[in-house]
């Protein structure tokens, strides 16, 4: 029998499907489901992602079929294809991506037929099954996708070397998903590239479409996108490159390193933008350093989140701010040689440090693997607890806080208690953003 999971940081499959297809410009997600699933994932998706909103033609301006009892008995691809017609009449969009939940899907609707019928519309339609009680929100983000690259993105044998395309980081899911694609594209243009991430600001289809041009796919993640930069490789011959996320000096890098070598580029021009970039970075760190010995500004710290976040972090706060995250908690279920790859990532920090890895998806059990990495006093006088105390996660992880008296800062879904516009943890940039605030937190509970 599946595990349950209580308190997941994710929504379903279908969720994951209609956030992607919202941030792809002017693209409209038609949704094949019954009327509730709408208005849910709206709520979900929009309020728990820093208060996203709901995008162009999104949330509860989401098209959908909203099947009823008759089209359930009877079938509801003649209700979809209606719905479909109707949507490309009134919604001015460049793309129209129908996603399916889970009603549609128990009947054996098919989406596919149905998309069929508008091949020869003026207007590009296409659609896949995002059967929602097959996977989790990240599941959803590598169906359309991969959808796309079949059956949108245009065959060439034509190869741009200095193009390459961006995937791993899921838009909503990642609730700082445009600003750290914007600083990903900013730091790679530096190295001379063409960068398209097809989310990010000033994107559009068109670089979708033409996205087979690329050499090269990078995946700034160990599970999200995976399956798209291989469906992308069987389908156009573009190769792909996994690297972690990225944030601050040593994390960066790396990364800008790994990426120079896979494009065959001169080790003398990485060089110099990683130098450039490190300049500006510690010229912002070192104005920290008197208050941050002065006023003993370090913590041990626990970081609760998903597969990027969790590695991404813990290496930073280990290895560019100096503290003790000797807990880090990994909360999406993972198949084993998914955490295999992931257990990896936390090893060889530069501090030397090396944190326990704790992969449960379960939210409720945080607390418990705090008591046990740090045991309470018993009414012993001297003991080593986890004070001074710090707690990286989501809102899930406010009773913790609370419980433990630490700081929070939620950084990963479902984030309610901040607004996030173009804020970005992602490079350097990112991580100096980052430091900014974790540090204003510790300053503020003082």
Same mark, same amino acid.
């Given at each position: ?36 699933? /709408? ?18 033609? /999104? ?34 969009? %460049? ?14 609707? =098919? ?10 519309? =003026? ?75 097809? !989310? /990010? ?19 700034? @993640? ?32 790396? !990364? ?7 494009? /065959? ?12 970039? #490190? #300049?500006?970075?510690? =010229? !912002? ?6 208050? &941050? ?12 989140? %998903? ?7 813990? #290496? ?34 530069? @501090? ?7 992969? %449960? ?32 996660? @989501? ?22 208690? #901040? ?5 970005? &943890?992602?490079? &350097? ?7 900014? =605030?974790?540090? @204003? ?6």
């Amino acid at each position: 029998m599946s595990q349950v999971i209580e308190r997941p940081r994710f929504t379903c499959a279908l969720g994951g499907a209609i956030g992607t297809v919202q941030a792809l410009p002017r693209a409209i997600p038609i949704l094949h489901s019954s009327p509730g699933c /709408g208005g849910n994932l709206a709520g979900a998706l929009s309020g728990a992602s820093g208060y996203h909103g709901g995008s162009y033609c /999104g949330g509860n301006a989401l098209p959908s079929s909203n099947v009823s009892e008759r089209d359930i008995v009877f079938g509801g691809e003649e209700r979809l294809s209606e719905q479909i017609e109707n949507t490309l009449k009134i919604m001015d969009g %460049d793309l129209y991506f129908v996603v399916t939940g889970c009603m549609v899907e128990m009947i054996g609707d =098919d989406v596919h037929s149905v998309v069929k019928q508008f091949a020869n519309s =003026d207007h590009p339609v296409y659609g896949t099954e995002t059967t929602s009680f097959k996977g989790n929100s990240y599941q959803g983000y590598d169906d359309v996708l991969q959808a796309l690259v079949r059956d949108f993105v245009e065959p060439t044998a034509a190869k741009d070397a200095l193009t390459v395309n961006l995937f791993g980081i899921v838009p909503l899911q990642d609730v700082f998903w445009k600003g750290n694609l914007d600083a990903l594209k900013e730091l790679l243009q530096k190295l001379g590239l063409t960068v398209n991430t097809f !989310f /990010g600001t000033g994107e559009t289809i068109e670089n979708l479409r033409q996205s087979a041009r690329a050499s090269l796919n990078l995946v700034v @993640s160990d599970v999200y996108g995976q399956a798209t930069a291989e469906t992308y490789e069987e389908v156009h011959g573009v190769p792909f490159l996994t690297l972690p996320l990225p944030i601050g000096d040593h994390a960066t890098a790396a !990364f800008l390193l790994a990426v120079g070598e896979a494009l /065959g580029l001169e080790p003398d021009q990485v060089d110099q933008v990683v130098a450039g970039e #490190r #300049r500006v970075y510690y =010229d !912002f760190l070192q104005r920290l350093s008197d208050s &941050y010995n002065d006023l003993d500004f370090q913590r041990y710290a626990v970081v609760v989140g %998903d597969v990027n976040y969790a590695q991404a972090v813990t #290496r930073f706060l280990a290895d560019d701010l100096g503290w003790l995250p000797e807990l880090a908690v990994v909360t999406d279920p993972l198949e084993p040689e998914q955490r295999e790859r992931l257990q990896a990532r936390f090893g060889g920090f530069r @501090s030397g440090l090396a944190p326990e890895v704790v992969f %449960d998806p379960n939210g409720n059990n945080v607390g418990k693997h705090i008591n046990r990495h740090w045991p309470q006093s018993n009414g012993q006088r001297y003991y080593e607890g986890f004070s001074p105390g710090f707690l990286v996660g @989501s809102v899930m992880e406010r009773d913790v806080a609370e419980q433990f008296k630490v700081p929070l800062l939620a950084v990963s879904y479902p984030i309610t208690n #901040r607004i996030v516009l173009n804020r970005a &943890y992602a490079g &350097y940039k990112g991580g100096l953003s980052l430091a900014e =605030d974790i540090l @204003s937190l510790v300053v503020a509970h003082r």
